[in-house]
């Protein structure tokens, strides 16, 4: 039974801040630079560990652990959804794709379309690039939504829908568009003046593993996207309707 009630602050997890806790779930806004779950060259410096640790309140001897739902890059920042138990886990990733995931984006130029739709099939190289392709065999179905909320002489601050969820699948698809996001290394401009990637998970809806009740979490834009713009707010303007 959910009560959002959150857990010991004595053992707060690093690089994360804990939005949302019950029996079933935990809600984070995970900080850039820090990876979802570990890789063969680094393993604690997560935010799976960083959980683990949270749960088990020190005592290693604890069987409480967290599951992994979802991911995000390492240098993308904002919200993540983590389990409490393997029924959870289950339940939350066989309804993701019709959960609402929007992020936030400052991008390199201006958008001769103001919103739209970018489709395509995404396909990984043998040097884990992904790229989109037109051959439906090699690639997987993507669809990315945005609406530009602002613009300067630079730059465009875009509010985005991830309708599926594929690896790098937002800064692939605004750099097939001539619009890398900004602090993109892999698919973007060099440039040395950008601090971050400039992307973040700011609302997630979901429905409760439990309740089976909707439940939206949502974060403010980070405050250098807000710099990046010169423009003042802590959120896009509400979700409007792709073509």
Do not use: C
């Not at 995931?101 to 884990?128: C, H, M, N, P, T």
């Amino acid at each position: 039974m959910p009560d959002g009630r959150l857990g010991s602050r004595k053992h707060q997890p690093k690089g994360l801040e804990i939005l949302y806790e019950d029996h079933d779930i935990i809600v984070v806004d995970k900080a850039s630079g820090l990876l979802s779950m570990g890789t063969d060259r680094d393993k604690q410096n997560t935010a799976y560990y960083h959980l683990t640790n949270y749960v088990k309140k020190g005592n290693p001897r604890s069987h409480e652990r967290v599951f992994i739902v979802h991911r995000l890059d390492r240098d993308t920042s904002g919200l993540l959804v983590f389990a409490k138990s393997e029924n959870a886990k289950y339940f939350l990733q066989d309804n993701w794709s019709d959960f609402r995931k929007r992020y936030v984006a400052v991008v390199l130029g201006s958008f001769k379309d103001k919103k739209g739709v970018i489709e395509s099939f995404l396909a990984e190289s043998k040097s884990f690039r992904v790229y989109s392709t037109s051959d439906r065999t090699i690639g997987k179905y993507a669809k990315t939504g945005y609406w530009v909320v602002k613009e300067n002489e630079r730059f465009s601050l875009l509010d985005i829908e991830l309708f599926t969820g594929r690896k790098n699948q937002i800064r692939v698809h605004l750099a097939d568009k001539g619009h890398p996001v900004l602090g993109d290394k892999v698919y973007g401009e060099p440039d040395k003046s950008i601090k971050r990637l400039a992307l973040h998970s700011y609302s997630l809806t979901i429905i409760h593993p439990y309740t089976h009740k909707e439940m939206t979490f949502e974060t403010g834009i980070p405050t250098y996207f807000n710099q990046l713009m010169n423009i003042k707010g802590s959120k896009p303007q509400q979700r409007r309707s792709y073509p």
